[in-house]
């Protein structure tokens, strides 16, 4: 069963969908590398501040949940657009049954 699209239609939706996902991957690694800096400016300063062993042992485990937390805003970007790109081909693949 065929959705009556032309193959200019079908070409325009991929490179859509690619184009969507390209941008996720940018947008990510934007995201990504912002929250980072920022962890890092934090972290900084906390180390300067920090009064005794103890204390500096807490601004490294907070500076490395910090990048953890990260990576996961990252990766949440990158698996949103990657679950509509594989939705869209798999709609595809039923279309052209």
């Known amino acids: 069963m065929t959705t009556g699209k032309s193959v200019a239609q079908q070409a325009e939706a991929s490179n ?10 940018t947008r990510a690694r934007k995201a990504y590398k912002e929250a980072k800096e920022q962890a890092d400016i934090v972290y900084k300063e906390a180390k300067k501040v920090a009064v005794d062993k103890e204390a500096k042992k ?14 996961k805003i ?15 081909w798999k709609q595809r693949d039923i279309d052209l049954q």
Not at 74 to 88: G, H, K, N, P, S
């Open 16 to 25: 859509e969908a690619r184009q969507l996902l390209d941008e996720a991957w």
């Open 58 to 71: 807490r601004a490294d485990e907070a500076h490395k949940e910090a990048v953890k937390e990260a990576g």
């Open 74 to 88: 990252r990766d949440a970007i990158t698996y949103e657009a990657q679950a509509v790109f594989a939705d869209f």
